[in-house]
């Protein structure tokens, strides 16, 4: 479910995201799932097949976002992740789990870029930000700006952002990892000292080599920032929705 990149600035309150069932690979696909899931566990010995939410259809109306999710699982992703994937199987749907990115603004206007690790099984070495995959929970409606929060909690620590001043900010599709993204605009009340040092206790650090903070501005501007450093898609893509988000801002 490829799409076209979405900017927008919605309050985090202004997202609906609804659980709708399961998604089940179609049977073809499905045969392969374990086979694949076995050769990414021989790389990857510590993976974990959790449940992951499905993107299954999104709307934006009225300055909202609807989205209607499913149920899913990480290895249904592995299998169906590669770019060949709809050539191969074109009669088939991908898992699509929705990732989460978050920019986080601490109170001195700064920004925490994380550097993956050279080990990260994604981007190895790339600098990114904070985020991960949103997951099912129990009943019906889904938080997505709760689910970027546990993100924050679990890999900086960060527990103090104002969801009143949290956005979303834009809406695209990986078409290297394949999969849909939502990007997220959120603000901490501590300083960006503050905010590294807390990081160290963080319960998941594994991926993120590298924690430092950036001005906001330089985030902006760019001319300038970590000039030779290579970027993940998500990374670029948050810069870009950042931009067009304080254009709109300064419109105003």
């Known amino acids: 479910m490829t799409f076209a990149d979405q900017a927008f600035t919605i309050p985090v309150d202004h997202i609906h995201c609804r659980l709708a069932g399961s998604f089940h690979l179609s049977d073809p696909v499905e045969a392969l799932r374990k086979a694949d899931w076995d050769r990414f566990l021989a790389r990857h010995p510590a993976a974990f097949d959790g449940q992951l939410l499905r993107m299954a259809a999104h709307r934006i109306e009225d300055n909202r976002l609807t989205i ?51 080990t990260a099984e994604q981007n190895p070495g790339a600098l990114y930000l904070i985020g991960g995959y949103a997951e099912p929970a129990e009943g019906e409606e889904i938080d997505l700006f709760g689910e970027a929060a546990r993100e924050l909690a679990e890999e900086v620590a960060v527990t103090d952002i104002d969801r009143a001043i949290a956005f979303a900010i834009g809406l695209a599709y990986d078409p290297v990892h394949c999969h849909p993204e939502l990007f997220l605009l959120a603000s901490s009340r501590s300083a960006s000292a503050e905010i590294l040092h807390g990081a160290r206790h963080a319960p998941d650090r594994n991926e993120a080599a590298e924690l430092f903070a950036s ?33 709109r801002h300064h419109a105003l």
């Open 215 to 247: 001005p906001l501005s330089d985030i902006l501007n760019d001319e300038d920032f970590m000039p030779g450093s290579a970027r993940t898609w998500s990374f670029l893509k948050a810069q870009a929705f950042l931009k067009e988000h304080f254009r």
């Open 68 to 118: 209607t999710a499913q149920s899913t699982c990480f290895s249904a992703y592995v299998v169906t992740r590669h770019a060949a994937f709809a050539e191969e199987h074109p009669l088939a749907e991908r898992a699509d789990p929705l990732g989460l990115t978050v920019v986080l603004v601490t109170a001195d206007q700064q920004v925490i870029v994380t550097r993956r690790s050279l």
